[in-house]
């Protein structure tokens, strides 16, 4: 089991650049979620999907979209790339199976800068 | 707007000692509080966690203590090692379908001397 992969693991972009970030699972999890990481700020939850084809806001989602088109994947998308989005991003996802057991499991993370 | 605010920033801790990392929320429809813990280059992975209706939860060296009226929980770690030295993350998440949605602390940078 390979459980949550982020690929690329390193990118770095110029102001305006696009690029998409990319995260799987083999895990048959239901639901999956990106968060970007900063210092003094923890992570901040980005966007998140509870299933296939269904998408939704997190916390800090502009100038994100995403996309989950298979279960086992989902697409973080940056159309415009700003100095601001200079951050660590994490993919997780999670199957809560009942009430008390939510573990979500992280990818590796993807450390983007953009100049 | 920080709904869940974790303190210190920064910890040291000799081989053997206690850490102790508190977190405070602010949000009452939170009912699941995990702890995780994250090395350098590594995603953060789940260290223990606990639900609101208990105010202890100890596996091996690690204890979650929780009060429910301060809106309060922390992180005991008895017999720390230098393996510990990690960032500490507290979380918290409400119920239904937002579980695995985590508001997350700032993190506790983790170090302990040999």
């Known amino acids: 089991n390979a459980g949550v992969t982020q690929t690329p693991k390193f990118r770095v972009l110029k102001t305006g650049q696009s690029m998409t970030l990319l995260c799987a699972q083999d895990m048959n999890h239901e639901y999956m979620y990106w968060y970007r990481q900063d210092p003094g700020m923890g992570l901040r939850l980005i966007h998140y999907s509870v299933g296939e084809g269904t998408t939704a806001k997190g916390e800090v989602p502009d100038g994100y979209n995403v996309s989950r088109l298979k279960k086992q994947n989902f697409l973080l998308g940056l159309e415009s790339a700003a100095p601001s989005q200079t951050s660590v991003y994490f993919c997780?996802?999670?199957?809560?199976?009942?009430?008390?057991?939510?573990?979500?499991?992280f990818g590796q993370g993807t450390r983007l800068t953009v100049v | 707007q920080q709904q869940v605010k974790q303190s210190p920033q920064s910890l040291i801790v000799q081989k053997g000692g206690i850490s102790i990392i508190n977190c405070a929320y602010e949000?009452?429809?939170?009912?699941?509080f995990p702890w995780y813990q994250q090395f350098p280059g590594k995603g953060p992975a789940l260290l223990i966690a606990?639900?609101?209706?208990?105010s202890e939860k100890k596996e091996g060296r690690f204890t979650i203590s929780f009060n429910k009226s301060a809106k309060q929980f922390s992180l005991h770690i008895m017999d720390s090692q230098p393996g510990d030295s990690a960032t500490y993350f507290c979380a918290a998440s409400k119920g239904g379908t937002s579980y695995g949605k985590l508001t997350f602390g700032q993190g506790t940078i983790l170090t302990v001397h040999p």
């Open positions: 997780a996802s999670s199957y809560p199976r009942h009430r008390w057991n939510t573990e979500a499991f």
């Open positions: 949000n009452t429809a939170f009912d699941y």
């Open positions: 606990i639900r609101p209706d208990v």
